[in-house]
T-cell receptor, first 116, second 115 residues
Framework: AQKVTQAQTEISVVEKEDVTLDCVYE???????LFWYKQPPSGELVFLIRRNSFDEQNEISGRYSWNFQKSTSSFNFTITASQVVDSAVYFC?????????????FGTGTRLKVLA | DAMVIQNPRYQVTQFGKPVTLSCSQT?????MYWYQQKSSQAPKLLFH???????NEADTPDNFQSRRPNTSFCFLDIRSPGLGDAAMYLC??????????????FGPGTRLLVL
């Protein structure tokens, strides 16, 4: 069965610290897509990254980086030199190619608090 | 900028009084989604439209209906809101090709309060 686990419910860090948000997924599909979204207090889900199962290259975008490892079914997200504006709930999501639907399987989210 | 717009951002309604939430998009995406998100939970898909085809999730209550009069607009109707329907309602869109799994883009949400 498909599942996304974000074991960290809440993380607090001091500004400028690095922080990694974990995401572990389960799927039987060989083709699937993984996503990270940021949800600030305003409520909008902001798209951060999409990765398909055939692309295991890690990605860096400014202070954000993502580590995709199929061997451990993980798609972790690291924020370097965190800032107060990074405070939000972060969701990891999975979409399976053969599911026949466009449904995302969301994790339960990780609330990140960056303290000044 | 192309975007997903939701109105109103905050909606207060009375128990049992029908309410409609609206979503519009300038992305020209063919799929539109409605999600319900309760406090400290992940978004839960209620239904989606692929073009004009309506797809209801099996566990979406009958109290929730949707309309999509054209590509740009989609409405969520709650026929008789209960206290348990108080939540954030998120609209999303994606451009799907057959068999594809494209990224969903979300609107800012409408926070519904039921008194």
């Amino acid at each position: 069965a498909q599942k996304v686990t974000q074991a960290q419910t809440e993380i607090s860090v001091v500004e400028k610290e690095d922080v990694t948000l974990d995401c572990v997924y389960e799927t039987r599909d060989t083709t699937y897509y993984l996503f990270w979204y940021k949800q600030p207090p305003s409520g909008e889900l902001v798209f951060l990254i999409r990765r398909n199962s055939f692309d295991e290259q890690n990605e860096i975008s400014g202070r954000y980086s993502w580590n995709f490892q199929k061997s451990t079914s993980s798609f972790n997200f690291t924020i370097t030199a965190s800032q107060v504006v990074d405070s939000a709930v972060y969701f990891c999501a999975l979409s399976e190619a053969t599911s026949g639907t466009y449904k995302y399987i969301f994790g339960t989210g990780t609330r990140l608090k960056v303290l000044a | 900028d192309a975007m997903v717009i939701q109105n109103p951002r905050y909606q207060v309604t009375q128990f049992g009084k029908p309410v409609t939430l609206s979503c519009s998009q300038t992305l020209n995406h063919n799929v539109m989604y409605w999600y319900q998100q309760k406090s400290s939970q992940a978004p839960k898909l209620l239904f989606h439209y692929y073009d004009k085809d309506f797809n209801n999730e099996a566990d979406t209550p009958d109290n929730f209906q949707s309309r999509r009069p054209n590509t740009s607009f989609c409405f969520l109707d709650i026929r008789s809101p209960g206290l348990g329907d108080a939540a954030m309602y998120l609209c999303a869109t994606s451009f799907q090709l057959a068999g594809g799994k494209e990224t969903q883009y979300f609107g800012p949400g409408t926070r519904l309060l039921v008194l």
